[in-house]
């Protein structure tokens, strides 16, 4: 695998949360439409029980609130969740200025 193949990969699939969490922040989305969106938005596709999984432990752990929307399940970025999402923003931009 090519360098920027990882790179690609560590930054996308391997940190879906912080997609997942980024879709949610200022809206309800229904979680049966997260890969789809995950796509339109940040241009990679990942897996629909793969992201049910992290919308599962995101939720567990309370940056995720479990809504209803249209009567259907869907998700919204909890306060927690946006303070992570800050966090991860910070610690790109430091890293970004350092390479």
Known sequence: MKPIERFKKTNTEDNLWMYLLSLAKDREVISADASRLVFEQFGFLPGRILAATVLFRLQRQGFV???????KKAF?????????????KQFSQVLIDKI
């Open 76 to 88: 919204k970025t909890t306060k927690a969740g946006l303070e992570q999402l800050g966090l991860m």
């Open 65 to 71: 609130s479990a809504e209803k929307y249209q009567g």
